[in-house]
């Protein structure tokens, strides 16, 4: 490309470095395609703009050698590439904003619920009282596992840890529902969608009670979702177990939050393994194994065992030095797309309260109050543009509900189904979509003979 990006960015007047087609925007008023020569060939190109974006595809005509390959584009971690187009989830990361099919994630919270979000995620619009008592009553009759998912989960460890109990018992249930993979079928998918939903609670309360060697607790279906999950986990020798109305809308707008956020690290993995038109149970199954990482999902759990090492108010310069030495991160900041403070971080901050009024408040909160404090006053955090992100304050609340830092994942994983689910189906659903199959840079040796083993070094 003759112009390099510094010009381009001058004449774009874009920033951060990103290469926005628009046609009216920024002053661009010429024609959508980059001129680009090839100076080892002195060969021009036009290549076409379109929605911001260039076909990497577009690349491969450049060449030195007609037999060659042509151009590819190199980007480790996809910084800088769109692999789809999704009508699902909007997310602007300068200004901090998070759209779910054009709805605020702040209104979304504040008047909906788990299950309607999960409806207008999936199906692409918010539903009529009649879709959504039927959506709902779906759900809710889907809602147990076959004995002999119980019978597996009863296998693990006493120990065993529950997000791994829940990639390894959601791909099982794959082998429950065979049909599955009749992908193509509208009516196969339907099913299987109201399947996923309904029992990744049921899985993750049973990976809970595992865990705390009690017996496993079926779901009553008199409560609604977030209460139902409740009752699962924590339903002992009462007949009836009944939700605290304040947790169990505090933890549905914790469902609602973690909803969707468009092509994160699990949601690509649940992309690619989906394309290859397996069952919809073990590309999600892929998506909870991608979640459970430290770097991702996982970093609910890492950010309340940081809070709880960091102790008190006065270890947190020690702490921070510490990060900025590089010894460690700061667990529940930064994000790939948010360089701006994570609106979902400050709507859990909001419903943390809710939370302490009923279980009482955790002597953490004043820990990560201040050390986001210390954090925003910090030029090395703000200068890299750190801010809390959802995992921050997530931890916390889960604390509060009396849940052990292992399961602070699983709680992420019950949410994101929904979203891992509408991408899914959108990927089924876009007749651009074929098996993902990236290219690479090989670095290795060539042509090597075969070395007897007498004569290895
Ligand atoms: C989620 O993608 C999504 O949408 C994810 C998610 C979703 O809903 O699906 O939002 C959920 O995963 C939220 C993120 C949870 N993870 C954490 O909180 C873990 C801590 N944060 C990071 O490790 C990091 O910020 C990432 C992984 C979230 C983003 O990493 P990037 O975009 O690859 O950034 P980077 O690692 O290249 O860091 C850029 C710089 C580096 O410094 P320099 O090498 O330039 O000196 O910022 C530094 C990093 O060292 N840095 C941090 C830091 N995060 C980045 N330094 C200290 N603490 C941190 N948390």
Redesign the pocket.
Known sequence: MSPDRSTVEQQQGTSDGELRQSAGENGASGPSTLSVTDNRTGKSYELPIEDGTLRATDLRQIKVDPDEFGLMSYDP?Y?NTASCRSAITY?DGDAGILQHRGYPIEQLCEHSSYLEVAYLLINGKLPTQAELTDWVDEITIHTFVHENVKDFMQGFRYDANPMGMLVASVGALSTFYPDANKIKEERVRAIQIIRLLAKMPTLAAFAFRHNMGQPYVYPDNDLEYAGNFLGMMYKMTELKYRPDPRLARALDVLFIL?A????????SAVRSVGSTQVDPYSAVAAGVAA?Y????????E??LRMLKRIETVENIPAFLEG??A?N???????????KNY?P?ARIIRKYLDDVFEVRGKSPLLDVATELEKRALDDE??TS???YP????YSGLIYEALGLPVAMFPVM?AIG?TS?WIAQWKELVEDPEQKIARPRQIYTGDRDLDYVPIEQRG
């Not at 969707?260 to 949601?267: G, I, L, M, R």
């Not at 990482?293 to 609910?300: D, Q, R, S, V």
């Not at 460690?328 to 948010?338: A, K, N, Q, S, T």
């Open positions: 971690a910084m997310i973690h969707d956020h468009e092509q994160n690290a699990s949601t979640l990482g430290p770097l991702h999902g996982g970093a609910n890492q950010a990060v900025k590089g460690e991160r700061l667990m529940g900041f930064g994000h790939r797309v948010y994570d979902r090395y955090f890299r543009k750190l992100n959802v995992d921050f992420f994101r979203g």
